[in-house]
């Protein structure tokens, strides 16, 4: 499975602790196997 994250750089192994602790769920790694979805929340 392809899976997209909306940053810029390769995460080979993903951190958690990473993570913004205020985002909408909470800390964690959110990715979305839609790429369109990810190209519209880029910033």
Do not use: C, K, W
Not at 22 to 39: M, R, T
């Amino acid at each position: 499975m392809l899976l997209y994250h909306t940053g810029f750089d390769e995460i080979p192994v993903p951190d958690l602790r990473r993570g913004r602790i205020n985002a909408d769920f909470g800390q964690g790694f959110y990715l979305s196997d839609d790429p369109a979805f990810v190209e519209r929340r880029s910033f």
